[in-house]
């Protein structure tokens, strides 16, 4: 069960939040205004669960209670490691026909240049196998940065094709309507998405370079480690705070002071995470380890 605290507990039960859920999912999105200094914050909720599993599987239920409770919702993805099993918990209730998602429209929040659609390793691909075919999603409603368009002549970026891919990305959220419900997940160092350490708070989708450290995370998904592509379309914290509401999800000890900073530290740009305490509702998921150094 989740309460509406900084200091949250949970009980065995995983039942849908249905305190974050209580507004209105059809109403107006509101456009975000940017002030680097006199930041207004607010306390972060969160919620701790025993594991990886029921946190994974509460995840999924606020996602499944998003649709059904508005069928046409815009949803924010994420992929990498942390949302595997919300994935596939969201799949098994497919299944079982609790929740449908042949109205649901997405966007994902980042995309590797240097790899076509159908590399393996693309998170296209990813999202295609780990959720899109198993549910009755159409694939043209599910939209990533289109990373193949950027012209690179001898090795140096075209500057012109990079802003025009951002900027269609951001026109085509814009026209949807906007997100309903971001899935986030959080490096080691704070970033969420590929927005690093040094991003800014009025940044949105743009062309980044991989730090090292994001770079050595991902080899594991890459028979080698030079396979790893060191840039990526991602969107910004600009574009992830205008989603209407953020869920980011953390599991084990290695996200703990990341997740700790996030929640109680000051708002900056060495923690990116730490901007989702300008976002009046964004609710943390945490297993007991990632929730750990939580004072």
Same mark, same amino acid.
């Given at each position: 069960m989740s309460v509406r605290s900084r200091i949250g507990k949970s009980s065995a039960s995983i039942e849908e939040s249905s305190y974050w859920l209580d507004s209105d999912p059809h109403e107006p999105q509101s456009q975000l205004e940017i002030a680097i200094e006199g930041l207004e914050t607010m306390a972060i909720n969160y919620t701790i669960?025993?594991?990886?599993?029921?946190?994974?599987?509460?995840?999924?239920?606020?996602?499944?209670?998003?649709?059904?409770?508005?069928?046409?919702?815009?949803?924010?993805?994420?992929?990498?490691?942390?949302?595997?099993?919300?994935?596939?918990?969201?799949?098994?209730?497919f299944l079982a026909g609790e929740v449908a998602f042949e109205q649901v429209t997405t966007f994902n929040l980042d995309e590797y240049v240097g790899l076509p659609p159908g590399h393996e390793q693309?998170?296209?691909?990813?999202?295609?196998?780990?959720?899109?075919?198993? !549910? *009755?999603?159409?694939?043209?409603?599910?939209?990533?940065? =289109?990373?193949?368009? &950027?012209?690179?002549?001898? $090795?140096? !970026? *075209?500057?012109?094709?990079?802003?025009?891919?951002?900027? =269609?990305?951001?026109? &085509?959220?814009?026209?949807? $309507?906007?997100? *309903?419900?971001q899935l986030l997940g959080i490096g080691t160092n704070g970033h969420i998405a590929f927005n690093e350490p040094g991003s800014t708070i009025d940044s949105m989708t743009r062309l980044v370079g991989l730090t090292e450290s994001t770079i050595a995370a991902n080899a594991r998904f890459f028979e080698d480690a030079s396979d790893?592509?060191?840039?990526?379309?991602?969107?910004?914290?600009?574009?992830?705070?205008?989603?209407?509401?953020?869920?980011?999800?953390?599991?084990?000890?290695?996200k703990a002071e990341a997740v700790a900073s996030a929640i109680n530290g000051a708002v900056t740009s060495d923690n990116p995470a730490s901007f989702l305490q300008t976002h009046s509702d964004t609710l943390f998921v945490l297993d007991k380890a990632a929730a750990s150094a939580i004072a």
């Amino acid at each position: 069960m989740s309460v509406r605290s900084r200091i949250g507990k949970s009980s065995a039960s995983i039942e849908e939040s249905s305190y974050w859920l209580d507004s209105d999912p059809h109403e107006p999105q509101s456009q975000l205004e940017i002030a680097i200094e006199g930041l207004e914050t607010m306390a972060i909720n969160y919620t701790i669960l025993e594991d990886e599993v029921e946190a994974s599987q509460h995840v999924a239920g606020l996602f499944a209670s998003m649709i059904n409770r508005k069928p046409q919702c815009v949803l924010g993805l994420a992929t990498g490691g942390t949302p595997v099993k919300v994935y596939s918990n969201l799949c098994r209730r497919f299944l079982a026909g609790e929740v449908a998602f042949e109205q649901v429209t997405t966007f994902n929040l980042d995309e590797y240049v240097g790899l076509p659609p159908g590399h393996e390793q693309s998170y296209r691909s990813f999202m295609n196998e780990q959720l899109f075919r198993h !549910v *009755d999603v159409p694939l043209e409603q599910t939209h990533f940065p =289109d990373a193949g368009r &950027l012209v690179i002549n001898d $090795g140096v !970026v *075209d500057s012109e094709s990079a802003n025009s891919i951002a900027a =269609d990305y951001e026109a &085509l959220i814009e026209r949807t $309507g906007g997100i *309903d419900l971001q899935l986030l997940g959080i490096g080691t160092n704070g970033h969420i998405a590929f927005n690093e350490p040094g991003s800014t708070i009025d940044s949105m989708t743009r062309l980044v370079g991989l730090t090292e450290s994001t770079i050595a995370a991902n080899a594991r998904f890459f028979e080698d480690a030079s396979d790893v592509p060191r840039q990526a379309f991602t969107m910004g914290i600009a574009t992830i705070l205008r989603a209407r509401k953020i869920v980011l999800m953390a599991t084990g000890e290695s996200k703990a002071e990341a997740v700790a900073s996030a929640i109680n530290g000051a708002v900056t740009s060495d923690n990116p995470a730490s901007f989702l305490q300008t976002h009046s509702d964004t609710l943390f998921v945490l297993d007991k380890a990632a929730a750990s150094a939580i004072a």
